[in-house]
């Protein structure tokens, strides 16, 4: 199995900047898609970016377009969201996931086997 643990959330005001980690132990391969989801209190998970195995290919929710930039270090293991700009509704817990078998980003959260706790980041007005 893999485990994946965020981090880098925290409380920020608005327009201010934040950068998540996910670090990926265990039985762990670079060789997968990885993604970024988001859930707020009473809100479904949504989806927030993902990439590709290689990180050559990237794909973003519209609310996050030219805000948020994923990235990833294969060599070290480690999945980034950047978050720039950061808006009240940006307000949830973060969790990153993992695929098995695919090589290609997605969308879905149901493409994805392996997910972390989560990390809080809270945006105020």
């Known amino acids: 199995q893999v485990q994946l643990i965020e981090s880098g959330g925290g409380l920020v005001q608005a327009g201010e900047a934040l950068r998540l980690s996910c670090t990926a132990s265990?039985?762990?391969?670079?060789?997968?898609?990885m993604g970024w989801f988001r859930q707020a209190p009473g809100k479904e998970r949504e989806f927030v970016a993902s990439?590709?195995?290689?990180?050559?290919?990237?794909q973003y929710a519209d609310f996050v377009k030219g805000r948020f930039t994923v990235s990833r270090n294969n060599a070290e293991n480690m999945l980034y969201l950047q978050m720039n700009s950061l808006k009240p509704e940006d307000t949830a817990v973060y969790y990153c996931?993992?695929?098995?078998?695919?090589?290609?980003?997605?969308?879905?959260?149901?493409?994805?086997?392996?997910w972390g706790r989560g990390t809080q980041v809270t945006v105020s007005i």
């Open positions: 996931s993992q695929r098995i078998g695919y090589t290609t980003m997605s969308s879905a959260a149901g493409d994805y086997t392996y």
């Open positions: 265990g039985r762990t391969s670079s060789n997968v898609g």
């Open positions: 990439i590709n195995w290689n990180g050559a290919r990237t």
